[in-house]
């Protein structure tokens, strides 16, 4: 993984097209794994599925380095399935390189697929780099959420790594 991640950084920096100007679109894939803890109560105790997760995004650039977005993501394998939509807004920041520092921010509704829990929407942030490459881009970087009208969650927020691969066309 070190391996294919350095390619991609060596290659970004050694030829790129800048994929962030007005009138750029992108569609960016995602592919991971994520585990969620239900409660059953005192007595059932807490149950933990994990979730194989897939989603598609595509993004409009309405200034330069300014583009806003909507995504869909499906978490499958586990009981019950979720499915979230995000509204995103992503600014990346002007540089001379392939390297591009980016921050953003979101609005998420996330669907459970059970009459047992409720649906929930959440905020967050982003801040991380963008590495350039022809037709697109590669972005590793932060991810901080804060959930909205979800009182039976043990936690009100939650960080976690993000990994993005962007076509642009």
Do not use: C
């Amino acid at each position: 993984m070190k391996r294919r991640i350095l390619v991609l950084a060596v290659l970004g920096s050694l030829s790129f097209a800048d994929s962030f100007v007005v009138g750029s679109k992108s569609i960016g894939i995602s592919v991971g794994t994520g585990s969620v803890s239900y409660s059953g109560g005192v007595i059932a105790g807490t149950k933990v599925e994990n979730y194989f997760i897939v989603g598609v995004s595509g993004d409009y650039f309405v200034r330069d380095d300014l583009s806003v977005g909507l995504g869909f993501r499906s978490w499958n394998g586990g009981t019950p399935t979720i499915q979230q939509v995000t509204l995103p807004v992503t600014y990346y920041m002007p540089t001379h390189t392939s390297y591009r520092p980016y921050l953003g921010a979101f609005y998420r509704y996330t669907y459970i697929g059970s009459d047992n829990y409720d649906n929930y929407s959440s905020v967050g942030g982003r801040a991380g780099v963008a590495v350039l490459f022809n037709n697109g881009y590669a972005g590793f970087g932060w991810t901080q959420e804060v959930y909205l009208n979800r009182d039976n969650m043990s936690s009100s927020s939650s960080g976690y790594p993000e990994a993005v691969i962007g076509f642009s066309f």
